[in-house]
Nanobody
Framework: QVQLVESGGGLVQPGGSLRLSCAGSASGFSINYMGWYRQPPGQERELVGTVTSGGSTNYGNSVKGRFTISRDGIKNTVYLEMNSLKPDDTAVYFC???????????????WGQGTQVTVSS
């Protein structure tokens, strides 16, 4: 079982930067996938970025070149460095993890509680 706890959300002005952190409770192994999704007000949840245990990353088109995702594999902690923030980046940001369970022979998905990021002057 994996539990995810986000931190770092808050209010930031346009053009500013913010760093989010997500700590996974799993120990003894590296979670296969970790990353971030976000849900703007009144909109669908969308991909921000993911990173595998091997370090491969994938980003949503709206954040490419502005956001950087990284992880500490040993600690199962994932970070999201957000730069050049825009009002459109305002959303609840959710940490997520996906890991293959050998016990159940299936993938298991985990979600954090979400942290609010508001970009406004």
């Amino acid at each position: 079982q994996v539990q995810l706890v986000e931190s770092g959300g808050g209010l930031v002005q346009p053009g500013g930067s913010l760093r989010l952190s997500c700590a996974g409770s799993a120990s003894g192994f590296s979670i296969n996938y970790m990353g971030w999704y976000r849900q703007p007000p009144g909109q669908e949840r969308e991909l921000v970025g993911t990173v595998t245990s091997g370090g491969s990353t994938n980003y949503g088109n709206s954040v490419k070149g502005r956001f950087t995702i990284s992880r500490d594999g040993i600690k199962n902690t994932v970070y999201l460095e957000m730069n050049s923030l825009k009002p459109d980046d305002t959303a609840v940001y959710f940490c997520y993890a996906r890991h293959f369970s050998s016990t159940f022979n299936t993938w298991q998905d985990y979600w954090g509680q979400g942290t609010q990021v508001t970009v406004s002057s």
